[in-house]
């Protein structure tokens, strides 16, 4: 999950696969929560949601400020548009 303003986040589902096209992550790129292994961001999946629907017992981390920052430039760089 990720704060893209005053009400939405940036859902990324995530799977265990680490063969699965998409963004690795480790338990070094979150800020808070936990990671139990090794899981890959499923680009093509992710979500923006109104934070007001989520329920915090469901969230199992947010990552750090720099890994979406690579997430982000990853994700633009597949899909040949520019970063702000």
Do not use: W
């Amino acid at each position: 999950m990720h704060k893209l303003d005053k009400n939405d986040v940036l859902i990324m589902p995530l799977t265990s696969n680490l063969s699965r096209r998409g963004y690795r992550i480790t338990q070094a790129d979150i800020a808070t929560g936990n990671l139990k292994k090794e899981s890959v961001i499923v680009v093509p999946k992710l979500t923006a949601v109104d934070q007001g629907l989520l329920r915090q017992t469901h969230l199992i981390a947010t990552v750090k400020e720099t890994t979406f920052s690579l997430i982000k430039n990853s994700m633009c760089s597949d899909l040949n548009c520019t970063t702000p």
